[in-house]
T-cell receptor
Framework: GQQLNQSPQSMFIQEGEDVSMNCTSS?????WLWYKQDPGEGPVLLIA?????ELTSNGRLTAQFGITRKDSFLNISASIPSDVGIYFC??????????FGKGTRLSVIA | GAVVSQHPSRVICKSGTSVKIECRSL??????MFWYRQFPKQSLMLMAT?????????EQGVEKDKFLINHASLTLSTLTVTSAHPEDSSFYIC???????????FGSGTRLTVV
């Protein structure tokens, strides 16, 4: 099935640094979602975006729904060790199932 | 709110046996649930869409006779892996659409190992 282009695939950063990851698509989505998955667990919703241009924050996390509706980014400020995990973007059109990115594996070095 | 409970979290079974995985929406009604499969270090791949009171819709390449889905109530969907083989070993995750700020909520996943 279709997947979104998510980058980077992996990141190794120092604790306290900011992180940025993004997803792009060749087609338009009406909803963008960002999830975090810890090992052996299901994804947990971080931020949901429903409107083009929307910029939403959740604590140290900020995500934006691109104006073209074909992209979204997620920023994490002042990273901490518990930010370690895999981050997935997901897009949706109408009532169709979510389309996922391949994930960004984040490692934080204390 | 918007909790999806998935059970069991881990299961080991012998080749040729069947395994049932349950997915329950605890505090909302889910007319539609989704079943995903995830291989190590890979993304979630949609297997099927489970609709309450009707037949599931399977993605291309997913064997409907092997992965039986039943969605008999608004709070429960089950996935049965029939005649399991080692290649069926994987992480299976269900989700339900909640709408609004909660988006899609996922279960905690089931690690299936077929020996």
């Amino acid at each position: 099935g279709q997947q979104l282009n998510q980058s980077p695939q992996s990141m190794f950063i120092q604790e306290g640094e900011d992180v940025s990851m993004n997803c792009t698509s060749s087609s338009i989505f009406n909803t963008w979602l960002w999830y975090k998955q810890d090992p052996g667990e299901g994804p947990v919703l971080l931020i949901a975006l429903y409107k083009a241009g929307e910029l939403t924050s959740n604590g140290r996390l900020t995500a934006q729904f691109g104006i073209t509706r074909k992209d979204s980014f997620l920023n994490i400020s002042a990273s901490i060790p518990s930010d370690v995990g895999i981050y997935f973007c997901a897009g949706q059109r109408g009532n169709t199932p979510l389309v996922f990115g391949k994930g960004t594996r984040l490692s934080v070095i204390a | 709110g918007a909790v999806v409970s998935q059970h069991p979290s881990r299961v080991i079974c012998k080749s040729g046996t069947s395994v049932k995985i349950e997915c329950r929406s605890l505090d909302f009604q889910a007319t539609t649930m989704f079943w995903y499969r995830q291989f190590p270090k890979q993304s979630l791949m949609l297997m099927a869409t489970s609709n309450e009171g009707s037949k599931a819709t399977y993605e291309q390449g997913v064997e409907k006779d092997k992965f039986l889905i039943n969605h008999a109530s608004l709070t429960l969907s089950t996935l049965t892996v029939t005649s399991a083989h080692p290649e069926d070993s994987s992480f299976y995750i269900c989700s339900a659409s909640v709408g609004g700020p909660y988006g899609y909520t996922f279960g905690s996943g089931t690690r299936l190992t077929v020996v």
